[in-house]
């Protein structure tokens, strides 16, 4: 975990302990457009890969204090890193954080380093990609018949809207950019459902093998089908988790029949049009 040695001032929280990087959101600022700011601010360096991990209220000495937590891979060797604020920077292993830590940071890093969000940041992948299911009224989920192209993964099987991450940009952030770029339109909820690795089927004329880490979030279908625009692949149509076509990529077909049984389906589909 890396970790800023904080000035030695009797004017800012918890002086000369060691704590995360990291400040206050500014006016009109996104929480993440915040985080890579601070990290360019305070490290000359913002992560490729980062997520929300969780939000908690912190009571200081005379204010509350709303802190959002992010996780990210760092994909660069410490030295490169130029330190902008703060007397200090190291990396420290979970069993051995210095004694000067900032308050609760013990049991924050200890919860955290069980998590999945931890696995993911911890490894580097190829590709990182979001995977959208898109549920109607009556439960039945929204698929993309791919093109027929043999240099792309899975060429002409049916499957999800999706795509891959720009970098410095959020799961959450991409999968809304590719729904509205092919689909033409952002589902007014949404929410993440599960992460995991992929190795993709790709056509005769390809040879690519990457390690990829795919983010999985769930929206209801709250417009007209007539309204949606197919911007990219051959076709679309709604299935029945019983009716997917045969030649739908077989761990998508897995993931809807199991989506399927959860009460989060259930929810989705009430708040479907």
Not at 75 to 97: H, K, N, R, S, T
Not at 228 to 237: D, K, S, T
């Amino acid at each position: 975990m890396l970790l800023q040695h904080r000035d030695d001032k009797p004017s800012i929280h918890e002086p000369g302990r060691w704590g995360l990087f990291g400040g206050h959101v500014d006016a009109g600022e996104s929480t993440a457009n915040a985080f890579l700011r601070e990290m360019q601010e305070e490290l000359g360096w913002r992560p490729k890969h980062f997520e929300h991990y969780r939000s908690v209220e912190l009571q200081l000495p005379k204010t509350k204090l709303l802190s959002h937590i992010f996780a990210a891979h760092l994909d660069v060797p410490v030295e490169d890193l130029v330190l902008g604020e703060g007397q200090g920077l190291a990396l420290f292993a979970i069993d051995a954080l210095p004694a000067l830590l900032v308050a609760d940071l013990h049991q924050t890093f200890s919860e955290f380093a069980g998590t999945e969000a931890c696995r993911r940041v911890r490894k580097t992948w190829d590709v990182i990609s979001t995977t959208a299911i898109l549920v109607d009224s009556r439960g039945r989920f929204l698929l993309q018949h791919r093109d027929d192209k043999p240099e792309i993964i899975n060429p002409g099987l049916w499957a999800s809207f999706g795509g891959m991450l720009e970098p410095y940009e959020t799961p959450e952030a991409g999968f809304l950019r590719e729904v509205q770029e092919e689909l033409g339109w952002q589902p007014a909820t949404h929410t993440f459902y599960a992460a995991a690795p992929y190795t993709p089927q790709t056509g005769p004329g390809s040879d690519r093998r990457n390690s990829q880490l795919i983010y999985v979030y769930a929206a209801p279908v709250d417009v007209p089908f007539t309204s949606l625009v197919l911007n990219e692949g051959q076709g679309m149509a709604f299935f029945p988790p019983e009716a997917l076509p045969q030649n739908t990529v077989s761990a998508y077909a897995d993931l809807l029949r199991q989506f399927a049984t959860t009460d989060l389906c259930a929810d989705l589909r009430k708040a479907a049009r």
